[in-house]
């Protein structure tokens, strides 16, 4: 399968090339597709890192990448700090969650742009982590430009905060800026974004969807997971391209696969498996298939719980998260579900709408098209009140919001 890289070059005030900004492409024209961020910066880093030389991409020197907010609060997947400049999206809402997120990406080495910056109460708290302000040299008056370089001078007692001009279309506009006190430039006047094109070696679509399963536990069953990959060439393959950052200083090489899962480690692997999930069960597919998926996984599980049958919580969630897949694969539930290890319970609900889980679907379906009788009388059947239901539909969405469906995988 063909895939893509679009790249644009970020150069300092001799107009030498010092770092590439990295950007998501679907095809060979050099535009954004139009996609969800999250899915658009998944499927970046899994062609990027997982699929291509990223040193041939960027010959060495650093890259930055846009992050969205749940890819934030869920950490990056196993990326360099010495090499990846994480980029913060003008829209992603501030707040203590991200503030310490953002912190403890910066205790790991990583350093941090503001992508688009606008100065305002809410984004302030930005400045003093960021290593690169990026300025949208067109969207941005004069008086807001100053009020930016201002801010970031007052901040950066101490360190080196870089103010970047994003836009730079002619040398009049390059001289302005660098006159400002900015040392890095971006802009059609350097060079336009270019695209690299490269093959992907895809992860069959069963060892994809046990991969899914094996990571829902609260705890990883290596041999589990180390079976599904050594099966599956281009998991093997990209398991060992994402293990070379962890692997940088070891005297010996990786000799298997369940080194290479040990060496990544629980969090670290659950990540990466995120990223693949999204990058290739996604791909195509509209994502607001993905999170209503896993919103229903975290609503079944709530409802059992509350309903007080814990023990089918699990089955619950799977239930949930499988009931969309025939949409997202076209293939029929029962064809996708026979060579799956879940549970007898799950298939039946599912394939036979029958079973203990039957009334927790049946429920999710009336209660997402709003049919009231027939969620008044499957209420009565699970002994749930309508405060109990919104509640946990609530926290379900929550979640999801939050970086379960990120989490999902």
Same mark, same amino acid.
């Given at each position: ?14 107009r030498?090339t ?8 679907? =095809?060979? /024209?050099? $535009? ?6 999250t899915a &658009?910066?998944?499927n %970046? #880093?899994?062609? @990027?890192? +997982? ?8 010959g ?21 700090p ?10 992603v ?5 991200l503030?310490q997120a ?6 790991? =080495?990583? /350093?941090? $742009?503001l992508?688009d910056f606008?100065?305002?109460? &809410?984004?302030?708290? %930005? #400045?003093?982590? @960021?290593? +690169? ?6 969207a ?53 974004p ?11 679509v ?10 829902q ?7 589990e ?25 070891l005297?010996?090489?990786v000799?298997s696969?369940?080194q ?7 969090i ?7 990223v ?13 298939l ?12 709530r ?47 599912l ?6 889980l ?12 709003g ?29 999801a ?6 989490a999902?995988?």
């Amino acid at each position: 399968m063909e895939i893509y890289v679009g790249r644009q070059p970020i150069l300092n005030s001799d107009r030498e090339t010092v770092a590439y900004e990295l950007l998501y492409r679907s =095809g060979e /024209k050099n $535009a954004f597709p139009g996609m969800d961020g999250t899915a &658009a910066t998944s499927n %970046l #880093i899994n062609n @990027a890192f +997982y699929s291509m030389d990223i040193n041939e991409i960027v010959g060495g020197k650093r890259l930055f990448v846009n992050f969205t907010r749940e890819l934030l609060l869920s950490g990056p997947p196993m990326l360099d700090p010495n090499k990846v400049v994480i980029e913060i999206l003008e829209d992603v809402l501030v707040d203590e969650a991200l503030i310490q997120a953002l912190k403890a990406l910066t205790h790991k =080495g990583f /350093k941090l $742009a503001l992508d688009d910056f606008v100065l305002n109460e &809410a984004s302030r708290p %930005l #400045i003093p982590l @960021a290593d +690169y302000i990026k300025v949208d040299w067109r969207a941005s008056s004069k008086e807001e430009t100053g009020g930016i370089i201002d801010a970031a001078r007052q901040a950066a007692t101490g360190r080196n905060i870089k103010l970047l001009a994003e836009k730079i279309e002619t040398y009049e506009e390059f001289r302005q800026a660098l006159n400002l006190g900015f040392t890095c430039f971006q802009g059609y006047f350097f060079a336009r974004p270019s695209v690299i094109k490269g093959k992907d070696l895809s992860p069959g679509v069963w060892s994809m969807l046990r991969l899914m399963t094996a990571v829902q536990g609260n705890h990883l069953d290596i041999n589990e997971i180390s079976d599904i990959i050594t099966k599956d060439p281009a998991l093997c393959y990209k398991l060992l391209k994402v293990v070379n950052v962890a692997a940088v200083g070891l005297r010996q090489p990786v000799s298997s696969v369940k080194q290479a899962i040990v060496l990544l480690g629980e969090i670290e692997i659950r990540r990466w498996i995120s990223v693949l999930l999204l990058a290739h069960l996604s791909a195509d597919k509209p994502t607001e298939l993905m999170k209503t998926a896993c919103v229903r996984a975290s609503f079944g599980e709530r409802l059992a719980k509350a309903a007080g049958q814990a023990d089918l919580a699990s089955n619950a969630f799977f239930m949930g998260l499988f009931s969309l897949m025939d949409a997202v694969l076209e293939r029929p539930i029962e064809k996708i579900l026979k060579p799956l290890p879940v549970a007898p319970a799950v298939s039946r609900a599912l394939i036979d709408s029958k079973g203990p889980l039957a009334p927790y679907l049946e429920f999710m379906l009336a209660y997402e098209q709003g049919h009231l009788y027939d969620m008044a009388r499957l209420m009565d059947a699970l002994r749930i009140n309508d405060e109990t239901a919104i509640r946990c539909y609530l926290e379900a969405v929550k979640w999801a919001d939050e970086g379960g469906a990120a989490a999902a995988g």
